[in-house]
């Protein structure tokens, strides 16, 4: 029963992925990449990493879509940005991301009914994978790291007003 749910998990996400990719509306893409975000955290979750579902939650989808948002906010489009944004932003366009996050909760909820109980596969502790990320792979976390800060400069320098 494990491979199902881990492949109705793998469906939402690359469902939801593909709704980012062909969403015309940034915000509308946010909300999508947030539920794909989720199912990737349910997948970590399934496969006996909760310390890493969790730092995908409160990471990605909470710290980094934040900071997309901003950003989104940073390059003041102007009124009739806003005035269009309202007109799409209604909450219709909440209903597909609400059901695949539906789906993601009930499933969550199957998993810890079930004592959260998948046979075979050993639990990853914080300090396992602080050890993994500044150890052999240093060089990778800061890289994307410095990758992350210049795109929040790059577009910090295309929004700004001269």
């Known amino acids: 029963m494990t491979n199902v749910v881990f492949y109705i998990a793998a469906a939402v996400a690359v ?18 990449l947030i539920v794909s975000l989720q199912a990737v955290a ?3 979750f399934l496969l006996g990493a909760p310390f890493a579902a969790a730092l995908e939650i409160i990471i990605y989808a909470g710290a980094i879509m934040i900071l997309f948002v901003f950003v989104i906010m940073m390059l ?8 269009k944004e309202r007109l799409l932003l209604k909450p219709r366009m909440w209903v597909g991301p ?7 909760l009930s499933e969550l909820f199957y998993i810890l009914a079930n004592k959260g109980g998948i046979a075979g596969i050993v639990e990853v502790t914080p300090k396992a994978v602080g050890l993994v990320l500044f150890g052999p792979y240093v060089l990778g976390v800061e890289l ?12 910090f320098h295309l929004a700004r007003q001269e």
Do not use: D, E, Q, W
């Open 144 to 155: 994307s790291s410095f990758l992350l800060l210049a795109g929040l400069v790059g577009a």
């Open 42 to 44: 349910l997948i970590f």
């Open 98 to 104: 609400a059901v695949l996050a539906a789906v993601l």
């Open 76 to 83: 003041n489009l102007g009124p009739p940005a806003i005035a």
């Open 15 to 32: 469902l939801s992925t593909l709704m980012v990719i062909t969403r015309m509306n940034a915000v509308h893409a946010l909300l999508y």
